[in-house]
């Protein structure tokens, strides 16, 4: 599993955050998220899904690049 995260298209709300905060962290300065992980540990796929839908403006992208990502 790879992410991405698009900060441009951000809006500050935090569910990724506050979903799995081994993975996303906001911006002090802007409230805007920070990957702190592209690629997390398979333990942590399902939360990374949830945080990927909560997102109101889909600011979250996971791939699957093949079977052991």
């Known amino acids: 599993m790879h992410i991405t995260v698009d900060r441009d298209l951000c809006c500050g709300s935090g569910n990724c955050v506050e ?3 081994d993975v ?3 911006d002090s300065r802007d409230g805007m998220v920070l990957l702190r992980i592209s690629r997390p540990p398979e333990h942590l796929r399902e939360a990374v899904e949830r945080a990927a839908q909560l997102c109101p403006v889909g600011a979250i992208e996971i ?4 079977s052991t990502d």
């Open 19 to 21: 979903t799995v905060p």
């Open 24 to 26: 996303f962290d906001q």
């Open 63 to 66: 791939s699957r690049r093949n």
